[in-house]
């Protein structure tokens, strides 16, 4: 037990505990705002005020922490620390690792109005990490790792961590099929935009599996499902089951060849939704969605992705919570690999607007194939030595690896040419 030690206490603090004491630290606490409890306390203890006088670990405290209090992270090269430091860094190296993880972990600046990309994104290059170079760092782990240190010093084996790194693969089902099962009118139109393009090519291989003469190169389930039988993992499959529009393409989840999919990835795996682009603003859309896929799994479903990875704070996570939804694994950049929230453990969703905490779970995840190729123009060795470089991390804060694909990936047309047999090395990576 942790006594904490503070003279104003607040939602944002009770959330903040939970998560570095309770979450990541494993340890059990109680706060107190008598001087007197904490002076009489003979164990760990956390003195987190303005008194250095008082014993504990001493946590001068920012301000962050207070109901409604917005204040301006401290920019490059203002830490004396290996790490950057948000929060709270003075002349004597204290700083502020309550408010700092908090700051992370509420994503704060992403409320405030951004120019985002063209689908309306926060960029990553607009995010603090981003500019002190620490998005390949698990900021929040490495913190409550000085925090742990700290409490061990003064009362030896009072934090004592359990939990084992372990990966988890995530697979996205934006588009399950690139020419089967799709009606006549849609085949028509597509064949004649390949001869209007004079793309021969296309034309020809969408001829090809259409008469059952080569594999649809999108029906890539059985190389998937053996890379993760293989490796013992246990993955999520995140469907589309959007009404057919500009930015959300799939088969309609109603047809009996999404219907034997969908039974095929529940068999595999578990099963969540992957909210359509249209959905992200529209709650009636979204619950709509999640019927749809429920009716077709004969179960109900609670966990999400965001199609095109769009989140906009709270609006997003309030209609999921409206939806029924537990856990969501939308949080990570599409631009950049790392951790948005500084984070490589689930953390609960932190209204800033309501000044609550949430019973929804965010589950981050480190990477995504289109990140690495698309956006960062990487090769497959330049794409290995960065999840390589993001896994060794992960593992040193005994964190959870959630890796991101795309069935399309290992069809191997277009731009993905030659990366048909890489997903099992990207796994490797992450086991080894």
Not at 68 to 96: K, M, R, Y
Not at 128 to 156: D, T
Request: net charge neutral.
């Amino acid at each position: 037990m942790i006594l904490v030690y503070t003279a104003e206490t607040g939602p944002r603090l009770h959330y903040t505990l939970q998560e570095v004491l309770t979450r990541r630290l494993e340890a059990e606490f109680r706060i107190t705002n008598s001087p007197e409890d904490l002076l009489a306390w003979p164990g760990a203890a956390i003195n987190y005020s303005l008194n250095s006088s008082l014993p504990g670990v001493h946590i001068p405290p920012a301000g962050l922490l207070s109901a409604g209090a917005t204040l301006l992270p401290c920019e490059p090269g203002h830490s004396s620390f290996p790490w950057p430091i948000p929060f709270g860094v003075d002349h004597q190296n204290l700083f502020d690792v309550f408010s700092s993880v908090f700051y992370l972990l509420s994503r704060m600046e992403e409320y405030p109005t951004f120019k985002g990309d063209r689908y309306g994104r926060f960029p990553a290059s607009q995010s603090w990490a981003f500019r002190n170079n620490s998005l390949h760092l698990p900021l929040v782990e490495i913190w409550c790792g000085l925090l742990s240190e700290s409490i061990n010093r003064q009362w030896p084996g009072s934090v004592h961590i359990k939990r084992r790194y372990r990966l988890i693969p995530t697979v996205d089902i934006d588009n399950s099929y690139a020419y089967l099962h799709k009606s006549w009118n849609r085949q028509l139109a597509s064949a004649a935009k390949d001869i209007l393009r004079a793309d021969f090519s296309n034309l020809k291989r969408r001829i090809g599996v259409l008469r059952g003469k080569i594999k649809d190169p999108y029906d890539t389930y059985d190389s998937i499902f053996q890379a993760h039988r293989q490796r013992e993992l246990q993955a999520r499959y995140f469907v589309l089951c959007a009404t057919p529009g500009r930015f959300d393409r799939n088969l309609p989840a109603e047809t009996p060849a999404m219907r034997h999919l969908i039974q095929r990835l529940q068999a595999e795996g578990a099963v969540g939704l992957h909210p359509g682009f249209a959905s992200n603003s529209d709650f009636n859309l979204l619950s709509e969605e999640k019927i749809r896929l429920e009716n077709t799994l004969g179960s109900e479903i609670h966990s999400s992705r965001q199609h095109y990875l769009c989140l906009a704070f709270p609006e997003t996570y309030r209609n999921l919570i409206r939806a029924g939804f537990r856990e969501d694994y939308t949080m990570g950049y599409a631009d950049e690999p790392g951790f948005r929230a500084g984070t490589c453990l689930p953390f609960h969703f932190y209204d800033l607007v309501a000044e609550t905490a949430s019973d929804l779970l965010i589950y981050p995840f480190a990477f995504m194939d289109a990140t690495l190729h698309v956006y960062k123009g990487m090769n497959r060795e330049q794409s290995l030595g960065t999840v390589k470089a993001i896994a060794s991390e992960i593992q040193a804060r005994q964190g959870i690896c959630i890796s991101l694909w795309h069935n399309e990936t290992l069809g191997g047309i277009w731009n993905w040419q030659g990366w048909e047999d890489f997903y099992p090395e990207i796994l490797d990576a992450c086991l080894h």
